[in-house]
């Protein structure tokens, strides 16, 4: 009994250490578990999402009087918006195509569901249903409507996952929106991003705007991504755009920067 | 007599219950319920299997169900694989060391024991995670997890012990 806990446990800091240095065979195992898993926790969340579309149901019924007035209101707010988008989108395309400007505008390369919130204490991921059949490769960025969610980190057969931007380990090039000074978005862990690497005569004010800046290469530059809530000495709390509590469908952007030709044997390099 | 291939396979699918049983509650508690704080507010059901088969049913809970039950969270969660799987082998050895007390115990005895696994296996998983990662992890959404699992213990307890009646004996 002793003995075999003992090879147990070796095994499993074997585990550890494999993956620590990246090794192919602990990453099949890991995407190949989620590529069976996907489809069950597909049909396992189909019973938990029709409870939660009757409770908005219920909700929404409750206060549909009061619902109507806001978003009447939202829509004569969004319809002078939506004047002043157009004539400035046409303005700048016309501005573009004088300058000759190459604009970045990634399309989606797939709408994708997230089936399961495969996360704990120490990992900020979730898991979509969507994987190389689809096209999804590594490092794609992932947004919802609101702003971005995170990257493509493993992808199998059908499923990927995508680590969010609260994942400790997810460092994202950003701007403020409002001064143009970059910065870098740092995970935490928790539902509070951390904004560091700003330059010294920084400014930056609560309710400032980060977008991405596209810097890095995996982001375009320019999708929206986070708010200033608090600024407490250097410390500058950020909160995510994206509903990254309650994500349900997000869309992965067909965005990889085109590689420098070197010209010298043919082969490309990447930054 | 000897048992027939029906009995045969009547007596694996009982011997393979605990481990259908954190198999399916592991996918369960990954699923988008579109709560707050994904993943912390859930308890960790790897550890309640495993603790409260381990005191009722050693013979089920082998340490290679336990490792495997490890590795297979370990891989969904995304997380390092190996963490789960290590904080599990060492719960299996703490229950062992403490099973005479705890199959004689009060349910109350139960449970304390319970907490004290909960949050030994909740710091061995944030020393390990840590190391792997480099870096002195949050243990905010640790003990957040660790307290639901201690709260959320009495009514696992009664399900497996109405499963454990039904099935097993």
Same mark, same amino acid.
């Not at chain 1, 000074?181 to 010294?200: A, V, Y």
């Not at chain 1, 500058?236 to 952007?253: G, M, N, T, Y």
């Not at chain 2, 507010?41 to 495997?68: E, G």
């Given at each position: ?16 250490? #494999?993956?620590? #240095? ?9 995407? !190949? ?8 926790? @597909? ?23 009061? @619902? ?53 204490? =120490? ?14 490769? @590594? ?5 919802? @409507?609101? !702003? ?7 992808? !199998? ?85 994206? =509903? ?28 | 007599? *000897? ?15 605990? $481990?259908?049983? %954190? &198999? ?6 990954? /699923? ?11 308890? *960790?059901? %790897? ?11 050693? +013979? /089920? ?12 969270? +370990? ?8 963490? *789960? %799987?290590?904080?599990?082998? &060492?719960?299996?050895?703490?229950? %062992?060391?403490?099973? +005479?007390? &705890? ?27 840590? &190391?792997?990662?480099? +870096?002195?992890? *949050?243990?905010?959404?640790?003990? $957040? ?25």
């Amino acid at each position: 009994m002793r003995i075999t806990i003992g090879f147990l446990l070796i095994l499993a800091i074997g585990f550890l250490i #494999l993956s620590r #240095l990246d090794n192919p065979f602990v990453e099949k195992l890991k995407t !190949g578990a989620a590529d069976l898993a996907a489809p069950v926790l @597909e049909v396992l969340s189909w019973p938990v999402e029709k409870v939660q579309d009757m409770g908005s149901w219920f909700g929404g019924i409750w206060n549909v009087n009061e @619902e109507n007035q806001r978003l009447k209101a939202e829509n004569a707010r969004l319809r002078q918006w939506q004047q002043v988008a157009q004539r400035l989108d046409m303005e700048n395309r016309r501005l573009s195509a004088l300058l000759n400007a190459k604009l970045v505008r990634p399309d989606a390369l797939a709408t994708a569901r997230v089936v399961g919130v495969a996360g704990g204490p =120490f990992v900020r991921s979730v898991l979509i249903n969507a994987g190389r059949d689809l096209g999804i490769a @590594e490092n794609l960025a992932v947004i919802d @409507e609101n !702003g971005i969610v995170g990257r493509v980190i493993a992808v !199998g057969g059908n499923s990927a996952r995508v680590l969010l931007i609260t994942d400790l380990n997810s460092r994202i090039p950003v701007r403020v929106e409002r001064s143009a000074q970059n910065g870098i978005l740092i995970g935490q862990n928790i539902d509070r991003l951390e904004l560091g690497f700003l330059p010294i005569d920084r400014d930056i004010v609560v309710g400032d705007r980060l977008l991405t800046s596209g810097h890095g290469g995996i982001f375009p530059p320019d999708f929206p991504i986070g708010v200033v809530t608090a600024i407490n000495g250097e410390r500058v709390d950020v909160a995510s755009l994206a =509903f990254l509590d309650k994500l349900d469908f997000v869309q992965i952007l067909d965005y990889v920067i085109p590689q420098i030709d070197t010209g010298d044997d043919g082969e490309e390099t990447g930054q | 007599m *000897n048992p027939t291939r029906g009995e045969w396979l009547q007596m694996a699918l009982k011997a393979a219950s605990p $481990v259908f049983l %954190a &198999l399916g509650l592991i996918l369960l508690a990954m /699923l988008p319920y579109g709560m707050a704080y994904p993943g912390i507010i859930i308890p *960790n059901v %790897a550890v309640i299997v495993v603790y409260y088969w381990l005191i009722h049913r050693p +013979d /089920l809970m082998t340490p290679a169900i336990v490792f495997f039950i490890g590795l297979i969270l +370990d891989f969904l969660s995304g997380g390092p694989p190996g963490l *789960n %799987a290590i904080s599990l082998l &060492l719960v299996s050895i703490f229950v %062992a060391k403490q099973d +005479d007390i &705890l199959i004689r115990g009060s349910f109350l005895l139960v449970w304390a024991g319970l907490a004290v696994t909960a949050v030994g296996a909740g710091f061995v998983s944030w020393m390990v995670g840590s &190391l792997y990662m480099a +870096d002195v992890l *949050n243990v905010r959404p640790l003990l $957040v997890q660790t307290l639901i699992t201690i709260a959320f213990y009495p009514l696992f307890s009664w399900m497996f012990g109405r499963l454990h009646k039904s099935i097993l004996e």
